[in-house]
């Protein structure tokens, strides 16, 4: 078991910093690397080969504050340095256990990097230096170490230098989600399930606090302390608290982040506590406050964030505006499914002519939808700030998800030719209908459109497949013969 972990988590973590060399990481995808290189430290029985795992892992979390660092540079946040800040107080953690040996060498040179880390250029060097980190492989028993002569055979061994401490959350007495959605203003339980793996004799009491990078106004997530425990180890702890989020988040905004660190009072030498756990929480509520008027659509443009915001390096201004389009376009499908908006077949013409009409009466679109912009030597049909929209009518055929894949390539020469990553395809199917249409969420989808090449960056194309030339319900009846 943990010769397959191991192997599986510096996979996910060569993989993931590779793609920081590239320029095409995502900070989700390389905390996930880390989250799992630390969840394999936890099974090593040897106290180095442990420690060795968690080091990387600390300093794969700080890699992910670095992406994200130079994806807010590069879309101009505010206070972009906050996320740098992170990433430094995490090798300082590091800096200060390692052991003056020679192979911790490399480990202290990069922790040295970060905290002297000024320019977003730095940050695939960081990278390719910590791919050159060797990483103990695990075997099926470790061997103990010969004893020196004259060493006492009756010596006792000696304790692990490092204490892990495993944290699972539940909210409302349910287990956390990735992201976990909250209502604002509302007070929620929050439990913590800790398991611990040895209590040093010093200490008296073992705390969880929480660190992150988001406005202290903007939340109040609880502490969580624990006596010394009776009997032996380990230990198994249960905490309760409250938690608060004070604001709202934007639909398309990221989930607020947050970390629990764990530590020991009084602080003990030679003692390092992790079990980091992480929390990402989002405070907007689909069914309370939606954004498109169809609480469906909603609901399935959130799926899709979460899972294009894994990959890719788009700004978050591009993936805003992407969103914007497809919750707009989504509505649209979901009304023509309620109101029938487009009752005949129509021609590509006068599906754009009518579609126009119905975009702009958007108060987030509006104004600014563009009709016939020139991109990549062709003419596309809409635009919405620099994202591109293709729209197709298929009158014959009905239209699924394995059927559209014929227009996606046409729609990603359009992106790639507008310096962008992201486009959409709509497509108006007025074929003949001989049962009732699925749910609105089933047409709403995003499609990857990989480089030639083979490695790169990709572009993704969001699908919204519009249902026109529906049936009458009576007309679907089945008459049961007498």
Known sequence: MILSSAYRSRIQTNEALRSVVRGSASADAVAEAAGELEGTAGQFSHAFSGQRY?????????????????????GAELDAARFLRSAKLLVRDVSREIAPTEEAERIRDICSRVSALSDIDGVPELARLLLSIPLPLPVFAEAPRPQRAGASASAKPKKPEVVVAFAAFQMNGKPVVEPQTVQPEVVHDLDVHVTVSD?????????????SVEPASAYDLPSFRFERPKGAAPYALKGTGRLVVRYPTALYARPLEFAYRASFLPEV???LVRGQRQLRIQSFDPERNPE???????????????????????????????FVLLSVLGGIASQA????????KYSEAEFQAELTKLLRLSPRVGAELDVHPHAAGGITDLSYRKVRIELKVE?????????????????????????????????????????????????????LVQPQAGTGVP??????????NLSKPSDLSKKTAV
């Open 337 to 344: 499914l309620q109101d029938h908006l487009f009752p005949k």
């Open 459 to 468: 572009i993704r194309i969001g699908v919204v497949i519009i249902r026109g």
């Open 292 to 322: 498109s008027g169809h609480t469906v659509v909603d609901k399935r443009i959130l799926e899709l964030r979460d899972e294009v915001r894994k990959f890719g390096i788009a700004s978050d201004t591009e993936l805003n505006n992407f």
């Open 54 to 74: 968690r080091q990387v892992a600390t300093l794969l979390k700080a890699m992910a504050f670095l992406v994200k660092w130079v994806a807010a540079e590069r």
């Open 199 to 211: 209590w040093p004799h010093e200490a008296q009491e073992l705390v969880l606090e929480s660190a």
């Open 269 to 271: 030498d030679r003692v």
């Open 395 to 447: 009158n014959h055929v009905l239209v699924t998800e394995q059927t559209a894949a014929q227009y996606i390539e046409q729609t990603a020469q359009y992106v790639a030719g507008s310096d962008r990553q992201f486009g959409v395809l709509a497509i108006l199917d007025g074929s003949p209908k001989t049962a009732a249409p699925g749910s609105v969420a089933n047409d709403i989808f995003v499609k």
